[in-house]
């Protein structure tokens, strides 16, 4: 198997071109990859910096007591925190983003803003683990009320209802096995009960799906992951556009103190910027590898939603068009027929891609959601979820797709040969 290789790597993706073909200068905040780049605002008068700069202050000056100020404390806002939700904002023409220290602080203020004691959210049962633990360990006690569903079922969702139902909050695709829910249909439930749809887009970003224009009211984004890009920042963002429901975010943000710190959102700044061109290479290189892989005799299942095997392989294409097109992010669920122990031999072997938490960045990295990210959930509902002992989540990096094809093959390849004997001896290890 090790002795398929690609012949040439993938070729760059040709720069965009002017939409409008006219000579005229671009306008400032047309094309994603231009607002990627000129979203946050123009160089500053002062210095004329290219880069915004980094306000590394905890309080400004006021001329008059209680007068009318841009910013008074850096934990109700700050200039470099503005540019990178202008930015962000603008990625999904709406109004300027709510940045927070992580992505579960921009859960944790959504939930907070829509919710108060003997309210209910509906959760789809397939979500980040840490949003789980939230509503199942932090919110509960407060007499905030969740029930996760399975929202690749519409009518599992619509069931759900209840007369205190304030929120409906979905994760597509969901993190670790990559099952779709179909945004604009439970919108379409969502808004007929006046409730508050959110749709974590973390997976996907702006680039490849757009919640908002589906009907979303809000998009969540752990922008640890692919907006930044980096492995370099932890951050999150609410964005919707509605600016009075922004506006109460935001003082919610204030009121507990979780904003994103200016450094960290500097760096987030720096990596949004390249966000298409990343994007569209991550899921190039995903598409090609998860074709690869498909069929390999140590693999009960290649999932990724650019696969014609794909189960919800329509709504992938209709739901998955971003401002660059169809594409479908950098992830793909690999179900190892060895199970756990499979999972830690391959995790040993592998050279280049790095057995590590999270997702979305330039390093390729593998994650065991049934000890990791998701070992805070309960097993029957891990179980339920499809979350089993060999699923493995794959992120696609920039690496040399070459070189992660040879490196998973020879992983994978050395699980095939192995007897089953020898991958229990392995687990007892563990
Ligand atoms: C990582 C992640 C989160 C949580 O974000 P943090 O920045 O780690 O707090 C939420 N949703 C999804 C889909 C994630 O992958």
Redesign the pocket.
């Given at each position: 198997m090790s002795s398929i290789r690609p012949s040439t790597e993938i070729p760059l993706p040709s720069p965009p071109t002017s939409p409008s073909g006219s000579q005229a200068p671009l306008p400032r905040a047309d094309g994603f990859a231009t607002r990627a780049i000129h979203g946050w605002g123009e160089p500053d008068d002062l210095t004329g910096s290219i880069l915004t700069p980094i306000v590394q202050a905890a309080t400004y000056r006021q001329r008059v007591p209680g007068g009318p100020q841009a910013h008074t404390y850096s934990r109700a806002s700050n200039p470099t925190v503005d540019a990178l939700e202008r930015c962000l904002g603008g990625l999904e023409s709406a109004e300027p983003a709510v940045a927070f220290a992580?992505?579960?602080?921009?859960?944790h203020a959504l939930a907070l803003a829509t919710l108060a004691a003997g309210d209910h959210a509906i959760v789809g049962a397939t979500?980040?683990g840490?949003?789980l633990r939230l509503f199942r360990e932090t919110l509960a006690p407060l007499g905030i009320r969740a029930t996760f569903v399975d929202a690749t079922e519409l009518r599992a969702v619509a069931a759900a209802f209840e007369p205190r139902t304030r929120l409906v909050l979905v994760?597509t695709p969901?993190?670790p096995t990559l099952e779709l829910c179909d945004i604009a249909a439970i919108a379409r439930v969502a808004t007929a009960a006046r409730v508050r749809f959110a749709v974590?887009n973390?997976?996907l970003t702006p680039t490849f799906q757009r919640p908002l224009d589906l009907g979303a009211d809000v998009t969540?984004?752990?922008?640890?992951?692919w907006i930044d890009g980096h492995n370099a920042t932890?951050?999150?963002s609410l964005v919707t556009r509605d600016a009075e429901f922004r506006n109460r975010l935001a003082y919610l943000r204030t009121c507990v103190g979780s904003i994103q710190s200016p450094v960290q959102a500097w760096l987030t700044l720096q990596g949004v910027k390249t966000l298409p061109l990343r994007m569209e290479r991550h899921s190039a290189v995903a598409q090609r590898i998860a074709s690869r892989l498909e069929g390999h005799p140590a693999l009960r299942s290649t999932r990724y939603p650019g696969l014609a095997s794909f189960p919800q392989r329509a709504l992938a294409s209709r739901q998955h068009v971003g401002a660059i097109g169809e594409g479908h992010g950098g992830i793909i669920a690999l179900d190892l027929a060895g199970g756990r122990a499979a999972a830690v031999r391959l995790a040993r072997s592998l050279r280049i891609v790095t057995l590590a938490e999270?997702?979305?960045s330039v390093e390729s990295l593998l994650t065991h959601p049934a000890t990791m990210?998701h070992a805070s959930v309960p097993e029957g509902h891990r179980v339920a979820c499809g979350i089993g002992p060999g699923l493995v989540r794959l992120s696609v990096g920039l690496e040399s797709d070459v070189d992660l094809l040879d490196d998973l093959l020879r992983g994978l390849d050395g699980l095939a040969s192995r007897s089953l004997v020898d991958e229990e001896e392995v687990a007892r290890a563990n």
């Open positions: 992580s992505g579960l602080a921009a859960t979500s980040y840490g949003t994760e969901a993190n974590d973390t997976f969540l984004t752990s922008t640890t992951k932890i951050g999150g999270s997702l979305g990210t």
